[in-house]
């Protein structure tokens, strides 16, 4: 399974950013997929996740800025972060919890993280 992130870098506050992810090893269509983060100090915590089925969710502090969004054909789900703030700035991981296939589990799988970093 892989999982690997793109975009990211150094923006500065009120600019706008998106990363991708593109999946590799699972089921993709039925996969719940996410965005997840972790700032520094800070515990890793949910930014938004997107379900096969399309439907949404977000965390309080990202909602009406963030949007995710999910290619199923091409196995990419995206995040775009817009009206970014220095506290955005933080290490971004994609997640999938997903079925390999042949397998009836689910688990969780990460990528290994990018980058955001929002200059005042």
């Known amino acids: 399974v892989r999982l690997v992130e793109s975009g990211g870098g150094l923006v500065q506050a009120g600019g706008s950013s998106t990363l991708s992810c593109a999946a590799s090893?699972?089921?993709?269509?039925?996969?719940?997929m996410g965005w997840y983060r972790q700032r520094p100090g800070a515990q890793r915590e949910l930014v938004a996740t997107i379900p096969g089925s399309g439907s949404t969710n977000y965390a309080d502090s990202v909602r009406g800025r963030f949007t995710i969004w999910r290619d199923n054909r091409n196995k990419i789900i995206n995040l775009q972060m817009n009206r970014l703030e220095p506290g955005d700035t933080a290490v971004y991981y994609c997640?999938?919890?997903?079925?390999?296939?042949?397998?009836?589990?689910?688990?969780?799988?990460w990528g290994q993280g990018t980058q955001v970093t929002v200059s005042s």
């Open positions: 090893g699972i089921i993709f269509s039925d996969a719940v």
């Open positions: 997640n999938a919890y997903a079925r390999r296939p042949g397998r009836s589990n689910l688990l969780n799988y």
